[in-house]
Antibody, heavy 127, light 107 residues
Framework: QVQLQESGPGLVKPSGTLSLTCAVSGGTITSTNWWSWVRQAPGKGLEWIGG???????NYNPSLKTRVTMSVDESKSQFSLRLSSVTAADTAVYYC????????????????????WGQGTLVTVSS | DIQMTQSPSSLSVSVGDRVTITCRASQSISSSLNWYQQKPGKAPKLLIY???SLQSGVPSRFSGSGSGTDFTLTISSLQPEDFATYYCQQSYINPRTFGGGTKVEIK
C-alpha cells in the first residue's frame, strides 16, 4: 500500500514562497501514475493545484500556473511543490495525492482519480 | 473550467436512512466523475470512481450512478461512521474541479 507524507514549514510570510515535499513509500514514484497536489482553505472545499509525472512533465491549474513549480526527486522517492508570491488566500491544508490517470483495461476506459492521499499539512501565510 | 454543483449542501439524517447526494456538471463529462468522503481533520478518501465503480475496501452500501452532466451518490443505509462531508470531482478535463461538498449530519 502506497503511503504519502507531506512536510514543510507551517508558516510562510506574505510575498514569500511556500515549499512542501511529499515522500512516497510502499511503492515506486517511477510508476505509471502521476502525483498531484490539492489544497483546502479553512472551512472551504478542495482545489487541485497540479500534478507531475516522474519524468518531470507537469500539468498545473491555470488559476495558479504563474506561481506554481513542481519537481520530482526519484532518488529520494519524493515530489515537491513551490508556490511563490503567497498571500493570506493561500492559507490552506495542502495534500499530496497519487493520481491514477485515465486508462484502458479489460472493462473498458477508466477515468482518472486520486486514490491515495497524504494526511495533509496546514500552511499559514502570515507576518 | 467545468463547474461542479452539489446538492444539497447539507442534510440531517438518522442512522439507517437512505441518503442521496446529487452532483451536476456545467458540461458533459461522460463518466469521469469521482466521489470522496472527508471526515474532520482527515484527508479525503476515494469512494467511487468512473461514476459507478466502487473503490476497493469501500462498503457496498455506497453506490454511484449517472453520466453526462448528472450524477448521484447513494448510501443505502447510513451507518454512524458515514457522517462526513462528501465531494464529487470531475476528471474529464483539466483543471480537475470539485463540487462544494455535502455535509451529512446526525438528525
Amino acid at each position: 500500500q502506497v503511503q504519502l507524507q507531506e512536510s514543510g514549514p507551517g508558516l510562510v510570510k506574505p510575498s514569500g514562497t511556500l515549499s512542501l515535499t511529499c515522500a512516497v513509500s510502499g511503492g515506486t514514484i517511477t510508476s505509471t501514475n502521476w502525483w498531484s497536489w490539492v489544497r483546502q482553505a479553512p472551512g472551504k472545499g478542495l482545489e487541485w493545484i497540479g500534478g507531475i509525472f516522474h519524468s518531470g512533465t507537469t500539468n498545473y491549474n491555470p488559476s495558479l500556473k504563474t506561481r506554481v513549480t513542481m519537481s520530482v526527486d526519484e532518488s529520494k522517492s519524493q515530489f515537491s511543490l513551490r508556490l511563490s508570491s503567497v498571500t493570506a488566500a493561500d492559507t490552506a491544508v495542502y495534500y499530496c495525492a497519487r493520481d491514477i490517470l485515465g486508462h484502458y483495461d479489460s472493462s473498458g476506459y477508466t477515468p482518472a482519480y486520486f486514490d491515495q492521499w497524504g494526511q495533509g499539512t496546514l500552511v499559514t501565510v502570515s507576518s | 473550467d467545468i463547474q461542479m454543483t452539489q446538492s444539497p449542501s447539507s442534510l440531517s439524517v438518522s442512522v439507517g436512512d437512505r441518503v442521496t447526494i446529487t452532483c451536476r456538471a456545467s458540461q458533459s463529462i461522460s463518466s469521469s466523475l469521482n466521489w470522496y468522503q472527508q471526515k474532520p481533520g482527515k484527508a479525503p478518501k476515494l469512494l467511487i470512481y468512473g461514476a459507478s465503480s466502487l473503490q476497493s475496501g469501500v462498503p457496498s452500501r455506497f453506490s454511484g450512478s449517472g453520466s453526462g452532466t448528472d450524477f448521484t451518490l447513494t448510501i443505502s443505509s447510513l451507518q454512524p461512521e458515514d457522517f462526513a462531508t462528501y465531494y464529487c470531482q470531475q476528471s474529464y478535463i483539466n483543471p480537475r474541479t470539485f463540487g462544494g461538498g455535502t455535509k451529512v449530519e446526525i438528525k
